[in-house]
C-alpha cells in the first residue's frame, strides 16, 4: 500500500464537502473516484496534495521520496505563451525538480508530446495541454499521480488516447487516482473505483465487480432483433435493429445464446449502467 487515507472529512459553512472518507492505494493500480458535480472529489484530491487540511482523519503515505505526488488538481495553469518544453522548464524550476534537457524531453515522450513542436501552448489542442499538464505532474517521478477531471473537454479520440497514457503510467508503477463524474471513461481505465455522494463514500469496489454487480439493463443490436418473441427477458425499448432489455449479468450469455439460435446475428450488446444505479447500491466493499 502507497497510500492509506482514515476518516477524511473537511467541513466548509456549506457543510461536510468530505465526510469520512477512506481509501487506499496500491503502486501500479489504477483507481477512480466517481462522483457527480459538488460530490466532494476536489476537495478530496486537495486533502491529499496537502493543500487542504482535513478537519478529521489520517493520511499516510508510504514513500522515502519527498515529494511522492504529482497532481493537476482543476485547470493546469498552464504559460500559454511558452511552448511546451518552456512550460516543462518553468516548472521543474518552481518545484526545485531536475530540469535537465534530456530529461524533460523525456517527460514529453513520456506523454506523447513531439519534440518538434515549437510553438506556444496557447495552439495546443485540449488533449496536448492535458497531456503536457500530466509531464509537469511528473517532474519528481512521483509514485502516486493525481489527475482531478482530466477528461473533460476531450474529444473521444482525446479520451482514449489519455487512457492509453494513464493506463502505461500505471504500468511504469504508478499509482493513479483520478476523479471524474464520466462513467464510461473510469470503467474503461480503472481497476477499482470509489463512488462518493455529497461527500460520502457511497461504493467501491473493483471496477468489474462493481459494474457487473450494476448491471441489470443491456442494449442487444441485430438485425431484425427487434421482432424477437420471447419469454425469457423483458424488452423496455424496442427501435429498428435494436432492443434495450432488463435481466441480470447473470443471464446475459444465455439469452445471447437464445437469441443466436433463433437466427438473429447479434452484432453489439452494451452494458446499460448509470451513475445513478451506482449511487444508489449497497456498499460493496466497505
Ligand atoms: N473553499 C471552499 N469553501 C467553501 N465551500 C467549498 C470550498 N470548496 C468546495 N466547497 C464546497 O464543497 C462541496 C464539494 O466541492 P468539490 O469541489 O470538492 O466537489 P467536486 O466533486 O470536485 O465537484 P466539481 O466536479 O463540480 O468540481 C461543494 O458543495 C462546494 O461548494
Redesign the pocket.
Known sequence: MILEATNLTKT????K??DAISLKLKIGQIYGVL??????????FKILCNLVTADHGSLKIHSTKLKPIGAIIENPGLYTYLNAYENLKVFAEIQNAPRDKTRLEQYLKTVGLPLDRKDAVRHFSMGMKQRLAIAIALLNDPEIVIL??PFSGLDPMGVSDLIRLIKSLAAKNKSVLI?S?MLAELQNCCDYLYVIDR?KLVNQGETTRLFNHSISRYKIKGNGVEQVKNKLFKIIFAEKNSIDIECKATEISKILENLIQQGYQITACIPQVTLNELLSQQPNDV
Not at 12 to 15: A, C, D, H, I, T
Not at 35 to 44: D, F, V
Open positions: 466548509y459553512k456549506s457543510g464537502a468530505v462522483g457527480r458535480n459538488g460530490a466532494g472529489k476536489t476537495t478530496l482531478d477531471e476523479s463524474h461527500g
